[in-house]
C-alpha cells in the first residue's frame, strides 16, 4: 500500500517471521508482504551483504539487509491487505474490503462508520497457496459462489460473545439458506467436497493463480502453520572470511576481466594498500577466479562439512578485518572426564541468513523443495535475496569419536530414539514428503547437549537464552556442536562465550548443565515419556528442562531426549555421560 508507513517490524524479522508471502497484523488490521520484485529499489540507506558460497548456490550477486526508510522517494517493504474478506462489528456484514468501499488503512464500513474486523480463518495447501476461507461455499454446502442470477447473497457473520470456540461464530445469508457456524471448520478434511484449492499467489499479484491439486487446509490467520521461513544460513569460513578477500570482494567489478591485474591495481590506485600486498592481491583475485569457473557442491551438508573442517583447525587473526578467527583451547581434563576432544574458541565469527523461500502447513524439508513457496515472479527475478548478518563469538565442541561410536552401538540406545524415528518418518509422509535422513541417537544427544549447554550459559554469560544459537554437525564423520552468540548488532561479539573457555571453568560449568537435565519439576512423566513434543519428534524434554526459544534451535525444539545424556530411572548407563 502507497504513502506513509502502516506499522514496523525489525529487519531481521523480515527474514524469519514477517517475510515474503507472511502476513502481518498491525494495530486492528493484516496485511501480507509483496514478492521481492515489488521491493524499491535500492536505495542510499540499504545495505548489500556479501557470503561467497551462499551467493554461488542461489546464482545471485549479492544479498540485501531489508530496506527501512521513512523516505517516500526511496520506499520501503510494500504490503497488500490480506486476507480480502473483512466483517463490520456493527452491521455484522461480511464481504470482501472494496464492497465496503474501504480503499485506504484503516478500512471502515460506509454505513457504520467502525473499522472493518480481518478474516479470522484461511486456506493454505501445502504447495504455498492461501486465500480467504470460502465463506459463501461453506455455508452453502459446495454451492455456485455467483448464486442465482435473481437473488443476492449477503453474507453476515455474527459472534455470539458466550465463548471463544468456534461454535459461538455464525454464518448466514440473505437467502434464507439455514445459518451454520464454524464449528470443525480447521478439521484436516472439513474442506472436502466444498472447496478445492484455488492456486492463488497474493503476494506475487491478484494475477498469479495456477492449477493445483492439493487439498486445501483452514487455518487461524494468525497460526504458525501458515508461515514457515526457509532460511539458509552459513558461516564466513576462510578464505572468504579473510580481510584480502574483503577487499578484492569490493573491487570485484574493476577486478574480476582485468587482463593485467598489476595493471589494474595501479590504475585503481590500489596498488600500495597499507594491509595487503600486491602479491596478496593479485593471489586473492586468482582464487576468486578459479572459484568462479569451477564447480563446487552448494548442497547444505557440503557447507556444513566446510565449516565443520574449518572450526577444527587454527585461523588466527592477521591484517586487516577478519570474519572468522579461531583458535584452540588445550583441556585434558573435559577430554578424559567429558570425552569432549578438541575445544576451539571462535573468537569472531560472521553468520549469514538468507530467505530463500517458505513454506505452509508443514516446515521446509531439504528432500521437497517443491514446496517451498517462490519469493518473486519467475520472469520478475532479482539478482539479488533478502538476508542478514550476525557478527558474534562462540565455541566449538568435538565429542570423542571413537567413545560416541561404542556408545551409540548399543542396542538399548538405538532402541530408545526409534520412537522418534518413526514419527519423523510418520510426518513426512503425511505432508506427501520423503525423509531427508535418519534420526540417530548421534543426532538426538548432541542436539539436547546443545540445548542443556545453552540453558546453562545463558546464567553466566551475561546473554538470554535467545540471544545464543546452535549449530549442529551432526554425520557419521561430524561429531560437534557450535555455541554462538545470535544478535545481530554488536553486542553479538561481547566475549561472555569466549569467556566461559577461558576463565578455566568449562569441565564444571558442562557438568553443571548435565546435572541439571537429570531432573526435572515435571518428572517422573516428562522422563517416562515414550513420545512428547510436536509430531511426536521429542522423548524426555519439555519446557521445564530442554526446551529453548526457537530463535536458538535449528530443529524447532524437536529431535531431543535428554535420557540420552544422563539415562532414565530404569537405565542410568543409557545416557552418553553416564556411559563414559
Same mark, same amino acid.
Request: net charge negative.
Given at each position: 500500500m502507497?504513502?506513509?508507513?502502516?506499522?514496523?517490524?525489525r529487519?531481521?524479522q523480515?527474514?524469519?517471521?514477517y517475510?515474503v508471502?507472511?502476513?502481518?497484523?498491525v494495530?486492528s488490521? #493484516?496485511? /501480507?508482504?509483496t514478492g521481492?520484485d515489488?521491493?524499491?529499489?535500492?536505495?542510499?540507506?540499504?545495505q548489500?551483504?556479501?557470503?561467497r558460497r551462499l551467493e554461488k548456490?542461489?546464482?545471485?550477486q549479492c544479498?540485501?539487509?531489508?530496506?527501512?526508510s521513512?523516505s517516500?522517494?526511496?520506499? !520501503?517493504?510494500?504490503?497488500?491487505?490480506?486476507?480480502e474478506?473483512?466483517?463490520?462489528?456493527?452491521?455484522?456484514?461480511?464481504a470482501?474490503?472494496?464492497?465496503?468501499?474501504?480503499?485506504? #488503512?484503516?478500512?471502515?464500513?460506509?454505513?457504520?462508520?467502525?473499522e472493518?474486523?480481518?478474516?479470522?480463518?484461511?486456506?493454505c495447501?501445502?504447495a504455498?497457496?492461501?486465500? !480467504?476461507?470460502?465463506?459463501?461455499r +461453506?455455508?452453502?454446502?459446495?454451492?455456485?459462489?455467483n448464486?442465482s442470477?435473481t437473488?443476492?447473497?449477503?453474507?453476515?457473520?455474527?459472534?455470539?460473545?458466550r465463548?471463544a470456540?468456534?461454535g459461538?461464530?455464525?454464518?448466514?445469508?440473505?437467502?434464507?439458506v439455514?445459518?451454520?457456524?464454524?464449528?470443525?471448520?480447521?478439521g484436516?478434511?472439513?474442506?472436502?467436497?466444498?472447496?478445492?484449492?484455488?492456486?492463488?499467489?497474493? +503476494?506475487?499479484?491478484?494475477?498469479?493463480?495456477?492449477d493445483?491439486?492439493?487439498?486445501?487446509?483452514? /487455518?487461524?490467520?494468525?497460526?504458525?502453520?501458515?508461515?514457515?521461513?526457509?532460511?539458509?544460513?552459513?558461516l564466513?569460513?576462510?578464505? +572468504?572470511?579473510?580481510?584480502?578477500?574483503?577487499?578484492v570482494?569490493?573491487?570485484w567489478?574493476?577486478?574480476?576481466?582485468?587482463?593485467?591485474?598489476?595493471?589494474r591495481?595501479?590504475?585503481?590506485?590500489?596498488a600500495?594498500?597499507?594491509?595487503?600486498?600486491?602479491e596478496?592481491?593479485?593471489?586473492?583475485?586468482?582464487?576468486?577466479?578459479?572459484?568462479?569457473?569451477?564447480?563446487?557442491?552448494?548442497?547444505?551438508?557440503a557447507l556444513?562439512?566446510?565449516?565443520y573442517?574449518?572450526?577444527t583447525r587454527?585461523?588466527?587473526?592477521?591484517?586487516g578485518r577478519?570474519?572468522f578467527?579461531?583458535?584452540?583451547?588445550?583441556?585434558?581434563?573435559?577430554a578424559?572426564?567429558?570425552?569432549?576432544?578438541?575445544?576451539?574458541?571462535?573468537?569472531?565469527?560472521?553468520?549469514?541468513?538468507?530467505?530463500?523461500?517458505?513454506?505452509r502447513?508443514?516446515?521446509?524439508?531439504?528432500?521437497?523443495?517443491?514446496q517451498?513457496?517462490p519469493?518473486?515472479a519467475a520472469?520478475?527475478r532479482?539478482?539479488w535475496?533478502?538476508?542478514?548478518e550476525?557478527?558474534?563469538?562462540?565455541v566449538?565442541?568435538r565429542?570423542?569419536?571413537?567413545?560416541?561410536a561404542? +556408545?551409540e #552401538?548399543?542396542?538399548?540406545?538405538?532402541?530408545?530414539?526409534?520412537p522418534i524415528?518413526?514419527a519423523?518418518?510418520e510426518?513426512?509422509?503425511?505432508?506427501?514428503?520423503?525423509p531427508?535422513r535418519?534420526?540417530?541417537?548421534r543426532?538426538v /544427544?548432541?542436539?539436547?547437549?546443545?540445548?542443556s549447554?545453552?540453558?546453562?550459559?545463558?546464567?553466566?554469560?551475561?546473554?538470554?537464552?535467545?540471544?545464543?544459537?546452535?549449530?549442529?554437525?551432526?554425520?557419521?564423520? /561430524?561429531s560437534?556442536?557450535?555455541?554462538?552468540?545470535?544478535?545481530?548488532?554488536?553486542a553479538?561479539?561481547l566475549?561472555g562465550?569466549?569467556?566461559?573457555?577461558?576463565?578455566g571453568?568449562?569441565?564444571?560449568?558442562i557438568r553443571a548443565?548435565l546435572?541439571r537435565?537429570?531432573?526435572?519439576?515435571s518428572?517422573?512423566?516428562c522422563?517416562?515419556? !515414550?513420545?512428547?513434543?510436536t509430531?511426536n519428534?521429542?522423548?524426555?524434554?519439555?519446557?521445564s528442562?530442554?526446551?529453548?526459544p526457537e530463535?536458538s534451535?535449528?530443529?524447532?525444539?524437536t529431535?531431543l531426549?535428554?535420557a540420552?545424556?544422563?539415562?532414565?530411572?530404569e537405565?542410568?548407563?543409557l545416557?552418553?555421560?553416564?556411559?563414559v
Open positions: 502507497k504513502g506513509k508507513p502502516i506499522g514496523g517490524v529487519r531481521a523480515l527474514i524469519t517471521t517475510g508471502g507472511s502476513l502481518i497484523a494495530g488490521e #493484516s496485511f /501480507m508482504v521481492l515489488r521491493w524499491p529499489e535500492l536505495g542510499p540507506y540499504d548489500t551483504i556479501h557470503e548456490e542461489f546464482g545471485v544479498f540485501r539487509l531489508p530496506p527501512a521513512d517516500d522517494k526511496y520506499g !520501503d517493504i510494500p504490503v497488500i491487505r490480506f486476507p474478506i473483512q466483517s463490520c462489528p456493527g452491521c455484522n456484514r461480511l470482501k474490503a472494496k464492497f465496503f468501499g474501504a480503499t485506504r #488503512s484503516p478500512a471502515k464500513c460506509k454505513e457504520c462508520d467502525r472493518l474486523v480481518p478474516s479470522r480463518f484461511v486456506v495447501c501445502t504455498g497457496h492461501i486465500d !480467504d476461507f470460502p465463506y459463501f +461453506w455455508l452453502h454446502k459446495g454451492g455456485d459462489s448464486g442470477e437473488q443476492r447473497h449477503d453474507l453476515k457473520l455474527k459472534a455470539t460473545g465463548s470456540s468456534l459461538d461464530i455464525e454464518i448466514s445469508c440473505s437467502c434464507g439455514r445459518p451454520v457456524t464454524m464449528e470443525g471448520a480447521l484436516k478434511g472439513a474442506l472436502k467436497g466444498i472447496s478445492s484449492c484455488t492456486g492463488r499467489r497474493p +503476494w506475487l499479484g491478484n494475477v498469479w493463480q495456477e493445483c491439486d492439493q487439498f486445501p487446509r483452514a /487455518m487461524q490467520r494468525g497460526a504458525s502453520g501458515v508461515w514457515f521461513s526457509d532460511v539458509r544460513s552459513a564466513s569460513i576462510p578464505p +572468504w572470511s579473510e580481510g584480502v578477500h574483503r577487499f570482494q569490493s573491487h567489478r574493476s577486478l574480476r576481466k582485468a587482463p593485467d591485474i598489476r595493471e591495481l595501479e590504475e585503481l590506485e590500489l600500495n594498500h597499507r594491509l595487503f600486498s600486491v596478496e592481491i593479485i593471489q586473492a583475485v586468482e582464487q576468486r577466479r578459479e572459484d568462479d569457473a569451477g564447480h563446487t557442491d552448494s548442497s547444505e551438508a556444513k562439512s566446510g565449516e573442517q574449518a572450526l587454527t585461523a588466527e587473526e592477521k591484517a577478519q570474519d578467527v579461531c583458535v584452540p583451547w588445550p583441556d585434558d581434563t573435559i578424559t572426564e567429558l570425552a569432549v576432544d578438541q575445544v576451539m574458541r571462535v573468537k569472531r565469527l560472521r553468520e549469514v541468513r538468507v530467505l530463500r523461500g517458505f513454506t502447513l508443514a516446515a521446509p524439508s531439504t528432500a521437497s523443495p517443491s517451498r513457496a519469493l518473486y520472469e520478475n532479482p539478482d535475496l533478502p538476508a542478514i550476525v557478527i558474534g563469538e562462540g566449538f565442541l565429542l570423542d569419536a571413537d567413545r560416541l561404542e +556408545w #552401538s548399543r542396542p538399548e540406545v538405538s532402541a530408545r530414539v526409534a524415528d518413526i519423523y518418518r510426518r513426512s509422509a503425511r505432508f506427501g514428503l520423503t531427508d535418519e534420526i540417530t541417537p543426532l /544427544m548432541i542436539h539436547t547437549l546443545a540445548h549447554v545453552i540453558n546453562e550459559w545463558s546464567l553466566d554469560s551475561g546473554y538470554p537464552t535467545a540471544s545464543l544459537r546452535e549449530r549442529l554437525y551432526v554425520s557419521e564423520k /561430524m560437534g556442536i557450535l555455541i554462538y552468540t545470535a544478535t545481530s548488532d554488536s553479538g561479539s566475549g562465550i569466549v569467556a566461559q573457555v577461558e576463565s571453568n568449562l569441565a564444571n560449568s548443565a546435572d537435565m537429570s531432573w526435572c519439576s518428572d517422573p512423566l522422563v517416562e515419556s !515414550d513420545t512428547s513434543g509430531d519428534l521429542n522423548r524426555a524434554a519439555c519446557h528442562c530442554v526446551l529453548l530463535t534451535c535449528e530443529e524447532f525444539n529431535l531426549d535428554r540420552l545424556l544422563i539415562g532414565d530411572q537405565d542410568s548407563n545416557g552418553f555421560f553416564s556411559f
